[in-house]
């Protein structure tokens, strides 16, 4: 009997494993589809709550309702569009700027430095030093910008995906009696409750870095928001990503730097330790190295786009799981807590 016992949890162990080698290839082949449909149902989750205002106070017709939402999830993605194409273009056009202020900068420090005493030749020396900086600082943003780009570029079938979804009868409202209800509103609160946190981080960001002068900042308050999706390690980033351009501008001063660095720090160090834990609850109950593998599975499977949404299609598993009893104590295992009792 023991036998027959492990044989089959030997044959569940592999069936399981096949399982998810299957669905990540899947996964991968599909992407193309896949990320736009992810797209347009956290669009959809968040876009919901909308028409059902639209058609209690507004005693809106549900056509109505809809054909509003639909335009202001139109308007918004044309608002990132040009952000994003506004700031690939300045970042184009000011690269020889930039590149003449570190020239200035290097050379004046080579001057001061003993370089010569070790056998290096500061005018060959800081020719190759400018080539480093300026290239890895417009190449990763232009490579972010781009992926950016490339999801909006998908935009027309996010909105044909978006259009279903909302027109659906999955999104409409229902009764919160059942356990598929509960679900699904809390689902719906939790995607609301990030997408409002990460919209007020994004907006302060980058309010914050415009009036400090820095370049590019509405690019980097997008970003900010876009990066408060991934917890603690996409706010270090976000936090982290407008000094090497403040460095190279011609106009940056230390005081400056360190109000680059500060400013936005306190705001995602407020937003993430104060006010998130009081919105979101319990709903990003998952343990870093939960959040990490998730991130890597989904970056390597969708790349930026992949990364991005790592944390809420985790979160969302987690919040399903936690409602089935037989899936409970996976839900325990995502959140750390290995020897919980299975959650109800």
């Given at each position: 009997?023991?036998?027959?016992?492990?044989?089959?949890?030997?044959?569940?162990?592999?069936l399981?494993?096949?399982?998810?080698?299957?669905?990540?290839?899947?996964?991968?082949?599909?992407?193309?589809?896949?990320?736009?449909?992810?797209?347009?149902?956290?669009?959809?989750?968040?876009?919901?709550p909308?028409?059902?205002?639209?058609?209690?106070?507004?005693?809106?017709?549900?056509?109505?309702?809809?054909?509003?939402?639909?335009?202001?999830?139109?308007?918004?993605?044309?608002f990132?569009?040009?952000?994003?194409?506004?700031?690939?273009?300045?970042?184009?056009?000011?690269?020889?700027?930039?590149?003449?202020?570190?020239?200035?900068?290097?050379?004046?420090?080579?001057?001061?430095?003993?370089?010569?005493?070790?056998?290096?030749?500061?005018?060959?020396?800081?020719?190759?030093?400018?080539?480093?900086?300026?290239?890895?600082?417009?190449?990763?943003?232009?490579?972010t910008?781009?992926?950016?780009?490339?999801?909006?570029?998908?935009?027309?079938?996010?909105?044909?995906?978006?259009?279903?979804?909302?027109?659906?009868?999955?999104?409409?409202?229902?009764?919160?009696?059942?356990?598929?209800?509960?679900?699904?509103?809390?689902?719906?609160?939790?995607?609301?409750?990030?997408?409002?946190?990460?919209?007020?981080?994004?907006?302060?960001?980058?309010?914050?870095?415009?009036?400090?002068?820095?370049?590019?900042?509405?690019?980097?308050?997008?970003?900010?928001?876009?990066?408060?999706?991934?917890?603690?390690?996409?706010?270090?980033?976000a936090?982290?990503?407008?000094?090497?351009?403040?460095?190279?501008?011609?106009?940056?001063?230390?005081?400056?730097?360190?109000?680059?660095?500060?400013?936005?720090?306190?705001?995602?160090?407020?937003?993430?330790?104060?006010?998130?834990?009081?919105?979101?609850?319990?709903?990003?109950?998952?343990?870093?190295?939960?959040?990490?593998?998730?991130?890597?599975?989904?970056?390597?499977?969708?790349?930026?786009?992949?990364?991005?949404?790592?944390?809420?299609?985790?979160?969302?598993?987690?919040?399903?799981?936690?409602?089935?009893?037989?899936t409970?104590?996976l839900?325990?295992?995502?959140?750390?807590?290995?020897?919980?009792?299975?959650?109800?």
């Open positions: 009997m023991n036998g027959t016992q492990s044989e089959q949890r030997v044959q569940t162990v592999c399981l494993l096949l399982t998810t080698a299957v669905m990540a290839a899947s996964l991968y082949w599909l992407r193309p589809v896949m990320i736009p449909f992810v797209m347009a149902l956290l669009f959809a989750l968040i876009l919901s909308l028409v059902d205002l639209q058609m209690r106070y507004l005693r809106a017709p549900r056509a109505v309702a809809l054909i509003g939402t639909l335009l202001l999830g139109f308007l918004g993605l044309l990132v569009g040009a952000v994003v194409s506004d700031s690939v273009n300045q970042l184009s056009g000011n690269v020889q700027a930039y590149k003449e202020h570190l020239d200035s900068v290097l050379q004046s420090a080579a001057q001061r430095l003993p370089l010569e005493r070790f056998g290096i030749d500061p005018s060959r020396s800081v020719g190759s030093l400018v080539k480093v900086p300026v290239q890895t600082v417009g190449g990763v943003l232009l490579g910008t781009n992926a950016i780009l490339d999801v909006l570029s998908r935009g027309l079938l996010v909105l044909i995906f978006l259009l279903f979804l909302l027109t659906g009868e999955g999104f409409s409202r229902r009764s919160e009696d059942s356990t598929s209800g509960q679900v699904a509103a809390q689902i719906k609160r939790y995607v609301l409750a990030q997408a409002v946190i990460s919209a007020a981080t994004g907006l302060l960001v980058g309010f914050s870095l415009a009036l400090l002068g820095v370049p590019l900042a509405l690019l980097f308050g997008f970003l900010a928001f876009l990066l408060n999706f991934i917890p603690t390690i996409g706010s270090i980033v936090t982290l990503l407008p000094l090497p351009m403040v460095l190279i501008s011609p106009d940056a001063t230390l005081t400056t730097v360190l109000l680059v660095l500060a400013i936005p720090g306190l705001i995602q160090f407020t937003i993430g330790n104060v006010i998130a834990p009081k919105v979101m609850g319990d709903a990003l109950d998952l343990h870093p190295v939960t959040i990490l593998l998730a991130l890597i599975f989904w970056g390597m499977l969708w790349g930026i786009p992949g990364a991005l949404l790592a944390t809420p299609i985790t979160a969302i598993m987690k919040l399903m799981l936690t409602r089935m009893e037989l409970a104590p839900s325990n295992w995502m959140a750390g807590r290995f020897s919980a009792a299975p959650a109800r």
